[in-house]
């Protein structure tokens, strides 16, 4: 039986409202969750790390409960910039950053922007963002990309878009998703546009910590790109999850928070 709670906050930072998870205490680890997703993403993975550690899950701000500025100021930039803003306001000054998908992104700039105080990094499925991801993605992305419809069919329309990246019939992961998608609105399709639109690879080199890079094996869209990205770090760690899918926290939380926690142990706290 699990006996790590998680409790809720709300912080206020100065860039607004952001909304986390808390469990454990010890290390600080923040996590980061992939777009459209919410601090939900890591809701069995809190409790595992928080045996050992400190895991504060974010909500990155536009998403879950975290404040909804209006469209327009959105960058990964700007988003790792809120997230160190929270820790900011925690009070933590050197830490370890998670972040899956679109959360692998941002911890990449924060970890490239903040060297002095990130300790380690864990960049699962990420994308590799270049200059031919970028025309790869010139587009208006499809994933998440619907219409509000009176009848409420856009939610139908959500879940069957997501439903081949998940594992089948798992209806309660998909239900977690819609339920973030159609919190972050208009933002549950711009997230990836925002991704498409980072410079990662003049970023890359600036990355001072120790880096894992987790690789789902079912997911189309991380996997051929996370043994480049791996190559593209000088000295980073890389490791296959075998029949790791799109919502891998999720999905696997217990091989997910083990990795996590040997790599961690790997790289001792300042």
Known sequence: MNDIAIQRRFVETPAGTLHCAIAGTGRPVLLLHQTPRSWDEYRDVLPLLGRHVQAIAVDTIGFG???KP????????????VSVGLLDALGIARFAVVGHHTGAVVATEIAAAFPQRVEAAVLSASALVDAAFRARHARPSKVDNVQRKADGSHLTELWRIRQPWYPAGDIDLLERFVVDAVKAGPRAAEGHAVVARYMMETRLALIRCPVLVLAPTLDPHAYPQARPLADAIAGSHYLEIEGGMVPLPDQMPEAFARHVLEF???VPPS
């Open 264 to 266: 961690l142990r790997s």
């Open 70 to 81: 209006p469209l327009g100021h959105d960058s990964i930039e700007h988003w790792a910039q």
């Open 65 to 67: 409960d975290s404040c």
